[in-house]
């Protein structure tokens, strides 16, 4: 069992893995409830959440993106609004390897909030020293 926690930042690399009955999604959604059961919360930027969206509406349809979304909500994820602060951090994260912008976005809110980014994206190898990541798959950290 985790530690419980008082929160914790989600990627889509995590919520896709939960959502398509992967094996690391176990191990996602697990973490998830560990916190939000526990009393904490469970975070994901918007970008990543349209990163979700457009996925799911790619493989099968918008109808049933929109129904992960609201799925998510209904968990009790909570979507965070970019600011400048954040995009700046990101943009910073960024120019420091090569990771995807709306991965840089996940990172940016988990240094932003200091809480551990729940992923399984080997593109994130690169911020470990400056974001604490809970790992998902076993070969990646």
């Given at each position: 069992m ?58 099968r ?26 995009a ?30 729940v ?23």
């Amino acid at each position: 069992m985790a530690k419980r926690v008082a929160k914790r930042v989600f990627d889509a690399w995590a919520v896709l893995a939960i959502l398509q009955g992967e094996t690391a999604g176990q191990k996602a959604l697990n973490l998830m409830a560990d916190c939000l059961e526990g009393g904490g919360e469970a975070f994901m930027t918007t970008i990543n959440a349209g990163e979700v969206w457009y996925n799911i509406a790619r493989r099968r349809s918008e109808d049933d993106a929109d129904h992960a979304i609201e799925e998510l909500r209904a968990w009790g994820v909570q979507f965070v609004e970019i600011d400048w602060e954040l995009a700046r951090q990101a943009a910073r994260f960024k120019t420091k390897g090569r990771l995807s912008f709306a991965d840089a976005f996940a990172a940016a809110l988990a240094k932003h909030l200091k809480c551990e980014l729940v992923t399984g994206d080997p593109e994130l190898k690169a911020l470990g020293a400056e974001v604490k990541i809970q790992w998902l798959k076993e070969e990646v950290g």
